[in-house]
């Protein structure tokens, strides 16, 4: 009687690109095809998070480094205009930085901003969503009260009332990666109530249903239900508040710059360098704060665009 051979699955060795397969034959990624406009919005942010990526390589000077920074070459125009000169393809500002490097590491450090203030948001805003809805009781009133009192306030006065707050208390003893910090902790202190919102009033729904229940009955402790069985279920909204507030988190801390209560001028911003601009605009120097402006304008418009083709195609009642 000779062996039977077992045959190898193949299926096993198919397995990646099978879920490859569904996912270019979901519904998601199925609206992403038939929007051109999403498609040049998802093109445009791509490009900007690889320049910033690249910045190093591709900026003719770090305008991070004094060193590098010659008072002879400020406000040279455009490098296409007459009086423009080499390198210097966006010309320089009054510090005699090449605009076009000021704009790439810039974008650098808002995008860095942005991303980092909308994780700590998100990360403060699910937890206390998750608490809230699961438990309820006290904890969910004294959370949702805290929550509705900071609605009523813009974002843009809380982050100037908690970045005022770090400074008059250290003062001097900021330096420019603790500004950055003090700037994520605003932004993200400005945005978590509507996470913890949204998340709350998921939990409030799946906390109800079967599996929440047959989890508690084999006794499953309550950390463990709200952030493995729970939060999962949450995730489409989270995905579209934190796209949306990815927008807002630069849009507020290139306010913050341009007010003065952002990134200081050794270690610029997108906002910052708005701001310099501006007091060399009237002058006749308007490539100092154009482009940075135009930088901004196109990255925030890209990102909000694909904000909104998120929140529609995650709607189940659009599809």
């Known amino acids: 009687m000779s062996d ?15 879920w490859f397969r569904r996912a270019l034959d979901s519904d998601i990624f199925y609206s992403f095809r038939r929007s051109r406009l999403t498609m040049v919005a998802a093109a445009i942010t791509l490009l900007f998070f690889l320049l910033a990526i690249s910045a190093s390589w591709l900026a003719v000077q770090n305008p991070f480094d004094p060193a590098q920074l010659q008072l002879m070459n400020s406000r040279i125009a455009p490098l296409w205009t007459a ?71 813009p974002a843009i006065l809380i982050a100037l009332l908690v970045n005022g707050v770090a400074k008059s208390l250290l003062g001097n003893r900021l330096d420019e990666m603790s500004t950055l910090g003090v700037l994520v902790i605003a932004i993200g202190l400005s945005f978590w109530v509507q996470y913890a919102r949204t998340v709350r009033g998921s939990v409030m729904v799946e906390k109800n249903k079967d599996y929440v229940a047959a989890a508690q009955l084999i006794g499953l402790p309550a950390p463990k239900i709200m952030f493995r069985h729970v939060l999962p279920n949450t995730m489409g909204p989270i995905l579209v508040i934190a796209t949306i507030n990815l927008a807002l988190a630069i849009i507020t801390e290139a306010t913050l710059s341009f007010l003065g209560a952002g990134m200081p001028d050794t270690m610029p911003s997108l906002g910052t360098l708005i701001r310099i601009g501006n007091n060399y605009l009237f002058a006749g120097e308007w490539w100092i704060v154009a482009f940075p402006g135009i930088a901004l304008a196109g990255l925030i418009l890209s990102i909000n665009l694909l904000g909104d083709w998120l929140r529609d195609a995650l709607n189940p009642k659009l599809r």
């Open 4 to 18: 039977a051979v077992v045959p190898h699955r193949a299926e096993d060795h198919r397995a990646p690109a099978g």
């Open 83 to 153: 009086d423009g000169q080499s390198p210097f393809l966006l010309g320089t500002d009054e510090q005699g930085r090449d605009v076009l490097s000021a704009i790439l590491y810039g974008l650098r450090i808002s995008l860095a901003v942005g991303i980092a203030g909308v994780v700590f948001a998100g990360a403060l805003g699910i937890a206390l969503g998750l608490v809230a809805g699961y438990f309820g009781g006290v904890i969910d009133t004294v959370i949702m009260r805290i929550a509705d009192v900071q609605l009523t306030f």
